[in-house]
Structures are given as structure tokens and as C-alpha cells.
């Protein structure tokens, strides 16, 4: 179970459930063109855990002193787990996320997409080693990382299939794909921002220069509340231009979406304790949930 804490299992589900999503909640409905067989879509699922995995102990690696401070009954490193078991573990995911990336590139006749996992890879170690320390870099590097792992299904199993005739609709579909990593970057960039407010203790005595460190927590969370807003809008216009038509579609992202990100930013605007941003925190992660598993009802949808 401590191995399981360590890559953060919960977090590897979310992104599974995400990927097989769209492959069999949307992809299959739509009778897409794919490229990839089940086998190698699983092995694309593995390659993007292990990868992900890997990121979260090289994460909890740098951060022990700071755990220690912020959530220190979590701290596995050094107590449940030695540092050197941790780091070996760290390199064999990696090698085997990348090794699977390379395979997978090669059977689509795409090898230049290898380098993708690569960069991947690497970005999750410079995140803990170093951009975490920047303001706002390192929250748009880890958003924009979850937003990959909704992009990389389109890029091997949609892109590689695309021809002249079925352009359309395989166009289509990867924008709605798209559409829904722009709301994963923006939900996780604001969540990744409340987590720093959660954090600042610890983040302050461990050298990270986190947006709540350098303005403070009151003008942090008023910036969070109009982030939150301007994503409000931005759903709301999603919803009035794509989905005006489709009623069930439309009551789910009102009250499973909009509902809780309304309700988030009444909240943030007077929030002041530890337990209040944790609570909002979770809040950010249920609405991701409830975004996610809408991504089935796309299939109702007439796409143009």
C-alpha cells in the first residue's frame, strides 16, 4: 500500500478512466477511423501511467522537508520507503514509459512521436528539481501535462488515421477532445494555484516561490476567484454554442459543472484557513471528475 501511496494511485486511475473515455466513450461511438489495436491502445494507458508515476515520487523525492511541514503523516520517503528504493524505482518506470512510447511510435509509423514521452519524462523531473520554484511556471507545466494525457490518445490513435475522406469527422471529434483539455489545463492550472494557498507554510520555509509567497494569500485568492469566473463564462458559452440542442447534456453541465464552480467562487472569495482551500481543493477534483464522465454523452451529439 505504501507503493501505492507513492505513485498516487488515485491520480493513475483518474487518468486511465480519462483515456479509455475517450477511446470507447467516444472514439468508438462515432465509428472514428483508430489506429491503435486494443493492445497497443493499453500499452499507450501503461506508458502514460508509468510516466505520470514516475513524476509523483521524483515529486515526493525533492519535497520530503516540505511534506514534513504541510502533510507530515503522508511523508513516505525516508520512513516507509528509503530514498535510494524510491529513485530506483523512479528510473525503471521511466524507462519503461519511454521504451512502450518508442514501440508504440514505431507501430503507427510515427517515430518522431517517441520524443514526446521523452519530453514528458523530462519536464516532470525539471518540475520537481526546479520550475516548482518559479511562480506560475511550474503550475502551467504540470496542467499542461494533464492536458496531454487527453491530447496523446488523439495523437496515436485519431491523427494516424486521418485521410481525405474521413477528415470531417475525425476532425470533429478530436475537437472535442481538445475542447476538454483546455477546461483539464484551466481546472488544474487554478487548482494547482489553491494548492500552493494550502501549501504556503511549507512551500515559504522550503525555498518555493509560490504566487501566495510572493502576494499573499487574500490577493492570491482573488485572483483564483476571477480565474474561476472566466472559466464559469467560458463553459457557459460552451454550452450555449455547441450544446443548445441537446437538453440532457445541457442540465449535466449545469448542475455537475457550473453548479460547483459557482458554488467555488463564493467560497474562495472569503476563504482564510489550511481547511478551507483543502475543501475547495477537492471541490476543483470533483468537478474534473463530473467533466470527464460527461465525456460518454458526447456520443448524442450531432458534431459539425
Keep these: ?19 479509455i473515455l475517450i477511446r470507447y466513450g467516444l472514439f468508438i461511438p462515432f465509428e472514428v477511423d483508430i489506429t491503435l489495436s486494443d493492445f497497443n491502445f493499453a500499452l499507450l494507458v501503461i506508458a502514460t501511467l508509468c510516466l505520470a508515476a514516475a513524476g509523483n515520487i521524483i515529486n515526493d523525492i525533492y519535497d520530503v522537508e516540505i511534506d514534513r511541514i504541510n502533510k507530515p503523516q503522508k511523508v513516505l520517503i525516508g520512513k516507509k520507503i528509503s530514498e535510494q528504493t524510491a529513485n530506483n524505482l523512479f528510473i525503471a518506470l521511466n524507462v519503461l514509459g519511454v521504451g512502450i512510447g518508442f514501440y508504440l511510435a514505431n507501430s503507427i509509423g510515427k517515430p518522431g512521436f517517441a520524443a514526446l514521452f521523452i519530453v ?3 519536464l516532470l523531473y525539471l518540475y520537481s528539481s526546479y520550475l516548482k520554484g518559479i511562480i506560475l511556471i511550474g503550475n502551467l507545466v504540470v496542467s499542461f501535462l494533464v492536458a496531454m ?25 478530436f475537437r472535442v477532445v481538445l475542447y ?10 487554478i487548482r494547482e494555484i489553491v494548492k500552493d494557498l494550502q501549501d504556503i507554510n511549507g512551500d515559504k520555509k522550503g525555498g518555493i516561490n509560490t504566487l501566495p509567497i510572493a502576494i499573499g494569500r487574500k490577493r492570491t485568492s482573488k485572483i483564483v476567484f476571477v480565474l474561476a469566473a472566466l ?3 467560458g463553459v457557459i458559452y460552451y454550452m450555449y454554442e455547441y450544446l443548445y440542442n441537446y437538453q440532457i447534456l445541457s442540465l ?3 448542475f455537475a ?25 477537492k471541490v476543483l477534483k470533483v468537478v474534473m471528475f463530473l467533466g470527464v464522465c460527461s465525456i460518454p454523452l458526447f456520443q448524442y451529439v450531432v458534431l459539425e
Design 252 to 254: 449535466y453541465f449545469l
Design 120 to 122: 514528458f519524462s523530462a
Design 180 to 189: 476538454f483539455s483546455i477546461f483539464a489545463l484551466a481546472l488544474n492550472f
Design 149 to 173: 494525457s487527453l491530447i496523446i490518445v488523439t495523437l496515436f490513435d485519431l491523427l494516424p488515421a486521418i485521410t481525405v475522406e474521413n477528415k470531417e469527422i475525425q476532425s470533429s471529434v
Design 231 to 233: 472559466m464559469v463564462f
Design 257 to 281: 459543472i457550473v453548479g460547483p464552480l459557482l458554488f467555488f467562487c463564493v467560497k474562495i472569495w472569503d476563504a482564510k484557513t489550511i481547511k478551507h482551500y483543502a475543501i475547495l481543493s
Design 1 to 19: 500500500m505504501n507503493y501505492l501511496n507513492l505513485v498516487r494511485y488515485q491520480n493513475l486511475l483518474f487518468i486511465a478512466l480519462v483515456q
